[in-house]
């Protein structure tokens, strides 16, 4: 089993800067790709980054520029740095890694941090 833990989240004004931590521990399966999704009231969750082998980088266009996503493959940790924020980023920010066995793969959730952009 899979343990996330998320810290980083918070009460930030808008143009501020906040950066979320993830570290992963338990089973030994490789780590195929690490994600941040998030998810406001009343809306799905949306993939907001993701990190894959060879550091290969995906965002959503509604973050390009602003968020960087990053990992420690030697802590088992990703990382969200996210600038010149608006009020529109504030949702619950939720870690998900997928690791791979063979052909399968396994998702795992994170139990979300709040984070809110507001003056």
């Known amino acids: 089993q899979v343990q996330l833990v998320e810290s980083g989240g918070g009460l930030v004004q808008p143009g501020g800067s906040l950066r979320l931590s993830c570290g992963a521990s338990g089973s030994s399966f490789s780590i195929y790709s690490m994600n941040w999704y998030r998810q406001a009231p009343g809306n799905q969750r949306d993939l907001v980054a993701g990190?894959?082998?060879?550091?290969?980088?995906n965002y959503a266009d509604t973050v390009k520029g602003r968020f960087t996503i990053s990992r420690d493959n030697a802590k088992n940790t990703v990382y969200l740095q996210m600038n010149s924020l608006k009020p529109e980023d504030t949702a619950i920010y939720y870690c998900n890694i997928v690791k791979k066995t063979g052909a399968l793969f396994y998702s795992y959730w994170g139990q979300g941090t709040q984070v809110t952009v507001s003056s």
């Open positions: 990190i894959r082998e060879g550091d290969n980088t």
